[in-house]
């Protein structure tokens, strides 16, 4: 059974960094994605950064460039996002996410989610 969890979520205030975990288990193939999601308040679910096998590649939404990090420990099916630098609206549930193939088709195993907090 696939199963995705998160941790690291909490509350601080603008300009803090956090730093996000999520180790991926139950694969029986190639974890060949993984990455992080989020969602606001009355806002649909959007991508912050996402890391690739093919081609060892990464996507930041323009929103998070040059102050969210995300990398992964491929031998051990686990992704973080540093962020550092936040704003108030960074606040959302960040959900990390797994799977195998390309693009954001790729992400088929979701985690439960973990609440990012940023006051001003």
């Known amino acids: 059974q696939v199963q995705l969890v998160e941790s690291g979520g909490g509350s601080v205030q603008a300009g803090g960094s956090l730093r996000l975990s999520c180790a991926a288990s139950g694969y029986r193939y190639i974890v060949s994605c993984m990455g992080w999601f989020r969602q606001a308040p009355g806002k649909g679910r959007e991508e912050v950064a996402t890391?690739?096998?093919?081609?060892?590649?990464?996507h930041y939404a323009d929103s998070v460039k040059g102050r969210f990090t995300v990398s992964r420990d491929k031998a051990n099916n686990t992704v973080y996002l540093q962020m550092n630098g936040l704003k108030p609206e960074d606040t959302a549930i960040y959900f990390c996410a797994a799977g195998h193939g390309l693009g954001l088709t790729c992400f088929t195993g979701w985690g439960q989610g973990t609440q990012v907090t940023v006051s001003s």
């Open positions: 890391s690739y096998s093919y081609g060892d590649s990464t």
